[in-house]
């Protein structure tokens, strides 16, 4: 009996997408650092875990799914590109963490990341499940690229933005800085994985904030 051959299926892989992740894990491990406090062990342990396999594997895969290959364009259109993109993904994120807070049914995918309640820790930024991954992390861009159609370097830069603010905010010694008003602040953020705040921006714009700003100067 001749034996059927299994398919064999490709799966797409992003280098720059990778140079994010690892640059991110590097950066994760240095803030990491400047701790006093850690969680236990075990949770530490299990929130690396996610943040490698989210930051190697998951991410330059979805990467490599949308990765433009676009005429570069002007400087101006550059810029304009990777903060559109930003600011998407900034919009979406709210969508989806306030759609984890607040029906039940998508809750568990989110409790993974608010187990870092007491003690945060910069890199818990991904310490997430890999749904909350996908659907909270990536699936922004995904729409974002298919919105705006950008260049490959403006998809990198706002990658990378998103990426830093994102260790930022969940680093406890910066949460006594002064942060631009339009943006979500570290001590912002870790309050709301303390207490579960009906904060639900993040890693970049407050758009409760940019709302009251613009209802109020009208």
């Not at 290959?69 to 993109?85: G, H, I, Q």
């Not at 974002?144 to 990426?163: C, D, K, Q, R, Y």
Request: proline fraction near 6%; include cysteine; charge should be positive.
């Amino acid at each position: 009996m001749k034996q059927k051959m299994v398919p064999y299926v490709k799966i797409p892989f992003s280098t720059k997408g990778l140079q994010i992740g690892s640059a991110t894990v590097l950066a994760s491990a240095i803030l990491d650092q400047e701790q006093t406090e850690f969680p236990p062990n075990t949770l530490y342990a299990e929130g690396w875990t996610l943040v490698l396999f989210n930051l190697l594997y998951v991410g330059p895969v979805i990467y490599a799914c949308v990765q433009p290959s676009y005429m570069a364009k002007s400087l101006f259109r550059n810029v304009l590109d990777t903060c559109s993109m930003v600011v998407i993904h900034s919009g979406l994120y709210n969508v989806v963490h306030r759609i984890m807070h607040r029906v039940r049914a998508f809750r568990p995918i989110h409790n993974i990341h608010h187990q870092f309640k007491d003690v945060v820790v910069s890199s818990s930024a991904n310490a997430v499940s890999v749904q909350e991954f996908l659907w909270a992390y990536m699936m922004p861009f995904v729409v974002g690229v298919h919105l705006i159609h950008p260049t490959e370097s403006a998809l990198f830069a706002s990658t990378s933005i998103v990426s830093a603010f994102n260790l930022l905010v969940h680093s406890p010694h910066l949460s006594t800085q002064k942060w631009i008003s339009w943006f979500v602040s570290p001590s912002e953020h870790l309050t709301h994985h303390k207490t579960r705040t009906p904060s639900y921006s993040a890693p970049t714009f407050h758009w409760g904030r940019i709302w009251s700003k613009v209802t109020h100067a009208k």
